[in-house]
């Protein structure tokens, strides 16, 4: 395999390019302008809102493909790729058994922002870093005049043991994604990562040998089959680390810029042949 014919780089956020303080390192943005340079497009994937992502990136966002909402949400360059909107009727369906759910807290994202109905302190101090753009209601319900890509759902101790056993039923109408630690993701059937970055592909004209995926967590599965070279996390769920081809360094140990280092020399050498 040759790293030299790699075109597009996607990484996810949380857990993979930001570190756990929240932070893209300086040298993601040095290594980002030398692979623009000889060609290389980017694109950034993850659960978090657009603005979010936007902020994290803000230098460069004019420049990459966003995929946001766990592609709910995908533009090129500021060019819509994806909207995979929920049936609103459907959606309002879901929310007072998403109630029940101990312990769960519940937030609808929409294109104008996201919404919550708890007044919990701690979980909006948290929940504000994902999502800056947000409204706070007394009734979710109530919530009628917006276009939504997902419903996620937050748990303090682990979402894959106490919310997944009570949405999985809702696997046939939904996709229901475990996106984290703490996050399950109740989407459109065709909101993935990995439908966004088809149609990403197909755009810009590379294929999965020309492509690189850097993920840690279940809602990353789908890109990572996309690219040849796709890399785990060291920090990344057991499924992640079973179907990406590759591992890296976690992500507080710059994994993702160590292999962006190693596509440079891999196509300056390429170019001194």
């Given at each position: 395999?040759?790293?030299?014919?790699?075109?597009?780089?996607v990484t996810d956020m949380?857990?993979?390019?930001?570190?756990?303080?929240?932070?893209?390192?300086?040298?993601?943005?040095?290594?980002?302008?030398?692979?623009?340079?000889?060609?290389?497009?980017?694109?950034?994937?993850?659960?978090?809102?657009?603005?979010?992502?936007?902020?994290?990136?803000?230098?460069?966002?004019n420049d990459i493909s966003?995929?946001?909402?766990?592609?709910?949400?995908?533009?090129?360059?500021?060019?819509?790729?994806?909207?995979?909107?929920?049936?609103?009727?459907?959606?309002?369906?879901?929310?007072?058994?998403?109630?029940?759910?101990?312990?769960?807290?519940?937030?609808?994202?929409?294109?104008?922002?996201?919404?919550?109905?708890?007044?919990?302190?701690?979980?909006?101090?948290?929940?504000?870093?994902?999502?800056?753009?947000?409204?706070?209601?007394?009734?979710?319900?109530?919530?009628?005049?917006?276009?939504?890509?997902?419903?996620?759902?937050?748990?303090?101790?682990?979402?894959?043991?106490?919310?997944?056993?009570?949405?999985?039923?809702?696997?046939?109408?939904?996709?229901?994604?475990?996106?984290?630690?703490?996050?399950?993701?109740?989407?459109?059937?065709?909101?993935?990562?990995?439908?966004?970055?088809?149609?990403?592909?197909?755009?810009?004209?590379?294929?999965?040998?020309?492509?690189?995926?850097?993920?840690?967590?279940?809602?990353?599965?789908?890109?990572?089959?996309?690219?040849?070279?796709?890399?785990?996390?060291?920090?990344?769920?057991?499924?992640?680390?079973?179907?990406?081809?590759?591992?890296?360094?976690?992500?507080?140990?710059?994994?993702?810029?160590?292999?962006?280092?190693?596509?440079?020399?891999?196509?300056?050498n390429f170019q001194k042949?």
């Amino acid at each position: 395999m040759n790293l030299s014919k790699v075109k597009l780089v996607v990484t996810d956020m949380d857990g993979t390019l930001l570190n756990s303080k929240g932070k893209v390192s300086d040298n993601f943005f040095k290594l980002y302008n030398q692979l623009q340079k000889q060609g290389v497009q980017f694109a950034a994937a993850s659960g978090r809102q657009f603005q979010s992502i936007s902020d994290k990136l803000h230098t460069i966002k004019n420049d990459i493909s966003i995929i946001a909402e766990n592609g709910g949400l995908a533009k090129y360059k500021n060019q819509h790729l994806v909207l995979n909107s929920l049936d609103i009727e459907k959606t309002m369906q879901l929310i007072p058994d998403l109630r029940k759910i101990k312990g769960t807290y519940i937030v609808l994202c929409g294109k104008k922002g996201a919404y919550i109905e708890t007044q919990d302190h701690n979980f909006i101090k948290m929940f504000q870093e994902y999502y800056p753009k947000y409204f706070f209601l007394n009734d979710l319900l109530k919530v009628m005049t917006d276009e939504f890509f997902k419903i996620a759902l937050y748990h303090y101790n682990n979402s894959e043991k106490y919310i997944y056993p009570s949405v999985q039923h809702l696997e046939n109408e939904f996709q229901i994604k475990v996106s984290g630690e703490h996050w399950v993701d109740i989407s459109h059937p065709n909101a993935n990562k990995g439908y966004a970055l088809k149609l990403l592909q197909d755009k810009l004209g590379i294929t999965r040998e020309e492509t690189m995926v850097f993920g840690d967590y279940n809602n990353d599965l789908e890109m990572l089959e996309l690219a040849d070279f796709s890399y785990a996390m060291e920090n990344a769920h057991p499924n992640v680390k079973k179907t990406a081809r590759f591992q890296t360094k976690s992500n507080n140990n710059e994994g993702v810029e160590l292999i962006l280092e190693k596509l440079l020399t891999a196509k300056f050498n390429f170019q001194k042949q």
